[in-house]
């Protein structure tokens, strides 16, 4: 009975955190898609830790830096977007120094949860 009850209240805790994972989340799409970034999937692992993952796609052209900045001062509160925002920015000094390759696209695959993480691509 302890234990049946210990496992409600962690599915419990797991849920109301998806929630607000989620929550944070569309918070920052609008944002996103305001730099030229779109949404191309959204996964949700429900478990303990509960976890999302999104992949943003959009043109290297998104990889504006002054506009990437601007974002990042408007928004120094979103822990979830300022991680995206500093993966741009990396990602668009990269983008200048291997002009050469001629990079078109970007890619960022996004993972929500207790250990949040972005990985970011730049693709041609």
Excluded: W, Y
Aim: glycine share 8%; charged share 25%; net charge neutral.
């Amino acid at each position: 009975m302890m234990f049946s009850k210990l496992k409600d209240g962690l599915a419990s805790q797991s849920l109301e955190k998806a929630h607000d994972v989620i929550r944070e989340f569309n918070d920052m799409v609008p944002k996103i898609k305001a730099i030229g970034l779109s949404v191309e999937n959204v996964g949700i692992k429900m478990g303990l830790p509960p976890e999302i993952t999104a992949r943003l796609v959009g043109s290297a052209a998104a990889l504006d830096e002054k506009e990437i900045e601007k974002l990042a001062k408007e928004n120094a509160g979103n822990k979830i977007l300022g991680a995206i925002l500093d993966s741009l920015r990396t990602a668009a000094l990269f983008k200048e120094q291997l002009q050469s390759v001629g990079f078109k696209g970007v890619k960022i695959d996004v993972k929500l949860g207790l250990l949040p993480s972005v990985d970011i691509s730049l693709l041609n």
